[in-house]
């Protein structure tokens, strides 16, 4: 029995009993369990937040990674294995065609291959030297034209004796000699420049060498005379791996053909440079 409360004259203080809950009569028909509950907001967020997750998950297909860089050519960005220690590369020089005769027709490209320690004035004035030998050729193809058509060069004069066929030769003559063949000026050939197909003076550089053939096209970029076209590509070398085995001794012995049993290295490999190709041609 639990203790009673008294007061200081030790009669037994009131107790407040607890009130029971009223039986409240129940005005709607649908029990508790069937009516509709009120929304609640944790439902709610915890949707919405995992719609936002699958959406973030999934990626857009129709977005790109702007981080990643595109490459036209993957086998260009592709890096060469590294080697081991005891294998040494021996560069090949890089194939190219002989160089023609300054004095050939204009069927034989004018090609010259620059490199890093190629002099700068020498080379401007050999390209100055081409220029004047094209300029050569074109007078000289444009006065055999002009002999090979009509009467030898010579006008139809009006005295009164003229053929039908002798006017009509000089027509077709005149008619050629505009056509095909150059206006003769002060300065050599003018008047049709690069879009009839006139000879050019190619200059070629690879790697180091590049930034000199470029000074070379700048250099008569600024010219009156002179047009300059330039050209990027590349150029494929190929370089010898040598292996180098250490004796007894200690010394190494590098030659050619000798091969480490344990490293399995390739005998050759090819090596991708960059090439520009700088075109000179007269106006």
Not at 39 to 60: A, F, G, R, V, Y
Not at 225 to 245: T, Y
């Amino acid at each position: 029995m639990a203790g009673v409360k008294r007061s200081i004259n030790g009669l037994a203080k009131p107790q407040n009993k607890p009130q029971e809950p009223e039986d409240v009569a129940m005005t709607d028909a649908t029990p508790p369990c069937g009516q509709p509950q009120p929304p609640s907001c944790e439902t709610t967020s915890s949707i919405s937040t995992l719609e936002k997750q699958e959406k973030t998950s999934k990626p857009n297909p129709s977005t790109k990674n702007p981080t990643k860089p595109r490459t036209t050519n993957a086998k260009l960005c592709q890096k060469l294995p590294k080697l081991p220690k005891n294998t040494k590369i021996v560069t090949r020089p890089l194939l190219h065609a002989p160089l023609s005769s300054p004095f050939s027709s204009s069927g034989s490209a004018k090609t010259l291959y620059i490199t890093a320690t190629t002099p700068y004035i020498p080379t401007v004035k050999r390209v100055r030297k081409l220029l004047n030998e094209v300029v050569k050729r074109e007078k000289q193809s444009a006065n055999s034209l002009n002999k090979a058509r009509g009467r030898g060069g010579r006008y139809a004069e009006a005295n009164g004796r003229l053929e039908a066929r002798d006017v009509e030769a000089e027509i077709v003559g005149e008619m050629g000699r505009t056509g095909s063949s150059n206006n003769v000026g002060k300065r050599g050939i003018v008047g049709q420049g690069k879009d009839k197909g006139r000879e050019q003076i190619y200059l070629k550089a690879t790697g180091r060498a590049i930034p000199r053939a470029l000074e070379l096209g700048l250099r008569f970029q600024s010219e009156e005379d002179c047009w300059v076209k330039i050209e990027l590509g590349n150029v494929s070398a190929i370089d010898d791996i040598e292996v180098e085995s250490r004796d007894a001794t200690g010394e190494v012995s590098g030659e050619p053909g000798e091969e480490a049993e344990a490293d399995d290295v390739p005998e050759t490999r090819i090596r991708t440079l960059s090439s520009v190709t700088v075109s000179i041609g007269l106006k």
